[in-house]
Nanobody, 124 residues
Framework: QVQLVESGGGLVQAGGSLRLSCAAS????????MGWFRQAPGKEREFVAR????????YYADSVKGRFTISRDNAKNTVYLQMNSLKPEDTAVYYC?????????????????WGQGTQVTVSS
C-alpha cells in the first residue's frame, strides 16, 4: 500500500512559478512509476509528467514540455513538479499518482494509487 499527499498548490499570476510536492509513504520500490495528472472543471483528467522512482527517466505531455520539470528525492520519498511560465490554461487540480512497476505512465489507468489533489489557479 502506498499513501500520497500533495502540497504546494495556490494562486499565481500568469508567467509565475509553483512547485508541487508529493510525499509518498508505505511500500515504494525502485520500479515504481510516479506521475502527475491534472483535471480542470468539466474536463477529463489528463497526464502531465511521469518519472521512474529508481532510474529517474522522465516523460512529459507536449503541453508542458519545456516549462514543467518532474523530479524525485529518494531520501525524502518525495516527488516534485516544478512549474514555470504558468498559463491560465494550467489551472486545474493536480494529482500525484503511483504505479507498481514500470509503466509508460501517460494513461491514468496505469496507476494504482492517487493523492487527494492540490488546486493550482493561474490568473491572467
Amino acid at each position: 500500500q502506498v499513501q500520497l499527499v500533495e502540497s504546494g498548490g495556490g494562486l499565481v499570476q500568469a508567467g509565475g512559478s509553483l512547485r508541487l510536492s508529493c510525499a509518498a509513504s508505505g511500500r515504494t520500490f525502485s520500479s515504481t512509476t510516479m506521475g502527475w495528472f491534472r483535471q480542470a472543471p468539466g474536463k477529463e483528467r489528463e497526464f502531465v509528467a511521469r518519472i521512474f522512482w529508481g532510474g529517474g527517466s522522465t516523460y512529459y505531455a507536449d503541453s508542458v514540455k519545456g516549462r514543467f520539470t518532474i523530479s524525485r528525492d529518494n531520501a525524502k520519498n518525495t516527488v516534485y513538479l516544478q512549474m514555470n511560465s504558468l498559463k491560465p490554461e494550467d489551472t486545474a487540480v493536480y494529482y500525484c499518482a503511483a504505479a507498481r512497476g514500470y509503466r509508460s505512465g501517460s494513461d491514468r489507468y496505469d496507476y494504482d494509487y492517487w493523492g487527494q489533489g492540490t488546486q493550482v489557479t493561474v490568473s491572467s
